[in-house]
């Protein structure tokens, strides 16, 4: 065949992360740093109810939209946790991990030219998606100095009379910045003025380690604009399970319905039903692995600490991310001499925008030991770099 | 913080102070105060080593002893737990409700010892009225802890 393949897909960069998995992965003994999933296991009683389902023959589609149960029991968790009312038989998508609900998401709003913003450093999949939808996004570079919150001036600055969606990235992968309630009153303000939508990223909500999180979409008037993706992934440590969801108005999770019914059909059966399990009884696992990851939070702040590491406190998600502008290198070398000299794998910040230029990510969804291991030796390294 | 510090020494009770203040988000003064508190409320007991003896040539035998007694007046089952736990081999003694009244582990080198011990001492009590030993086989899992399995990372090496 000679034929060209599609000129959008093909325009796109692959993701930076990849080019760094190839080289990690040719390292045999690396102990790594750069996984962006949970460490826990899914809490058996949540496996239990999936082979559940499994030996009942719960084996067919689900309806489009989800089950009514898991729906119901999404609208319960939101009410109780975030404090966000929606209605179940119409507002409420259960997707293909919030991956999807971020694809679907994005084509069910956008028109060609329409602009996207994009806060970056920010989950690699936002620019593709709104590129693929023919949007063209506009990246704001969140800076270290406002703890990689979105500013209302930051907002304020990147809008057009072109401007469709901004995307809220937060708790955030992977600066584990969050946004607090005066951070969203702020910009909220700027989004009601001009009329632009939300898609707001909280797959990371149960795990803040200052406040309990804040959705937007409990702000007063943002309902109506945003559209709210969670899932199940990290709160539950349910990745494999593929399986999150999409809370919007009627209108637009009407839209997108129709594109996840043609792609995908439905989330997965099983899954679905382990995930009704997770909501109605899962609440003391998330407290327990949230425990564990502050613990480890604190312990990483603290080794940074010791060596001098200028980093801010994070108090989101389960990263951490340094600043390794005093070696003079950029996050790529440093990750691949650390890598090479110590053997140990972390994300060159650059992998989730421009703006991670001169960071790098380091994730805590590893135990206590593994990161002591892993610290010393990065201690090591900044020691050997600083002689130099 | 309470809570916090006893469930991480309760999995690891080799913690150094050090640690517990950093994983805790206090300091170690803080962190030291409260657990001399904790032993002195009793609430703290002791620090143990969990071993699994299977693997070490150390002959052990371990049986779970259910026994029904009459309660004393005044005293109810305690005096009699008393008489059974001052055995050094008796490892632990629980009040049970339901078809029994007392769990009794005991631990000796062999068959022959945990069999004498029932006979001669155990249903000799004056208030014994009945005893069924069950021997254990094997441990899988112990406080929490699964013996014999080496957990292995199996996720991709970097993921975004």
Redesign the interface.
């Known amino acids: 065949m000679t034929k060209p393949l599609s000129e959008a897909v093909e325009s796109l960069k692959p993701?930076g992360?990849r080019k760094?998995?190839d080289l990690?992965?040719e390292m045999k003994d690396?102990i790594?740093l750069?996984?962006?999933?949970p460490?826990f296991d899914t809490p058996w009683h949540i496996r239990d109810e999936g082979i559940f389902a499994l030996e009942k023959g719960k084996t067919f589609y689900t309806s489009n939209a989800g089950l009514k149960e898991l729906r119901e029991e999404i609208c319960n968790y939101l009410k109780r946790r975030q404090n966000v009312s929606y209605n179940p038989n119409k507002e409420v998508l259960v997707t293909v991990g919030g991956s999807e609900a971020i694809d679907i998401g994005l084509r069910a709003l956008v028109n060609p030219g329409d602009e996207v913003i994009i806060p970056q450093p920010s989950?690699?999949?936002y620019e593709p998606c709104a590129v693929l939808a023919g949007a063209k996004p506009v990246i704001i570079d969140l800076k270290a100095e406002n703890e990689f919150r979105l500013t209302a001036d930051e907002l304020k600055a990147a809008i057009t009379d072109k401007t469709k969606v901004l995307i809220l990235p937060f708790p955030n992968?992977p600066t584990g910045a969050i946004m607090e309630r005066k951070d969203l009153e702020d910009i909220a303000k700027i989004i009601k003025e001009n009329d632009i939508y939300v898609m707001s990223d909280e797959i990371y909500a149960e795990l803040t380690y200052k406040n309990e999180h804040v959705s937007i979409a409990s702000l007063d008037g943002m309902k109506e604009r945003t559209i709210l993706i969670n899932g199940f992934s990290k709160a539950y440590a349910m990745t494999g399970w593929r399986l999150g969801y999409a809370c919007a108005p009627e209108n637009i999770i009407k839209q997108m319905t129709k594109i996840h019914q043609f792609a995908i059909m439905c989330a997965p059966t099983t899954s679905q039903y382990a995930a009704v399990e997770a909501l109605k009884n899962g609440d003391d696992d998330v407290k327990m692995m949230k425990?564990a990851y502050?613990?480890?939070r604190?312990?990483l702040i603290?080794a940074f600490k010791e060596m001098n590491l200028e980093c801010f406190e994070p108090f989101g998600a389960f990263y951490v991310f340094p600043c390794i502008k005093e070696f003079g290198m950029t996050s790529e070398e440093f990750a691949t001499r650390f890598l090479e000299e110590e053997k140990i794998?972390v994300?060159p910040g650059n992998?989730f925008g421009e703006s991670g230029e001169g960071f790098v990510r380091i994730s805590y969804a590893y135990s206590?030991d593994s990161l002591k291991i892993a610290l010393k030796r990065l201690k090591n390294f900044v020691d050997r770099l600083r002689k130099s | 913080m309470r809570d916090e510090l006893l469930a991480l020494i309760e999995k690891n009770s080799r913690m150094g102070l050090d640690e517990l203040a950093v994983l805790l988000g206090v300091n170690e003064t803080e962190a030291a105060e409260e657990l001399v508190k904790l032993e002195q409320e009793g609430i703290i007991c002791g620090y143990h080593t969990l071993i699994n003896w299977d693997k070490t040539s150390i002959e052990k035998v371990t049986a779970l002893i259910e026994v029904k007694v009459t309660p004393q007046r005044g005293q109810g089952f305690d005096r009699i737990a008393e008489r059974i736990y001052n055995y050094p081999e008796v490892k632990s003694v629980y009040l049970i409700s339901g078809g029994y009244d007392l769990l009794v582990t005991l631990e000796e080198k062999t068959l022959k010892e945990i069999a004498s011990f029932v006979s001669d001492k155990l249903s000799t009590l004056d208030s014994v009225l009945s005893t069924a030993t069950h021997f254990i086989l094997k441990k899988y899992k112990d406080h929490g802890t699964v013996f014999d399995k080496k957990r292995e990372d199996e996720r991709e090496i970097i993921t975004p």
Do not use: M
């Open positions: 993701s992360i760094f998995f990690v992965s690396a790594s750069g996984v962006g999933e460490d989950y690699v999949s992968n425990t502050n613990q480890r604190r312990f603290n794998a994300v992998a206590i």
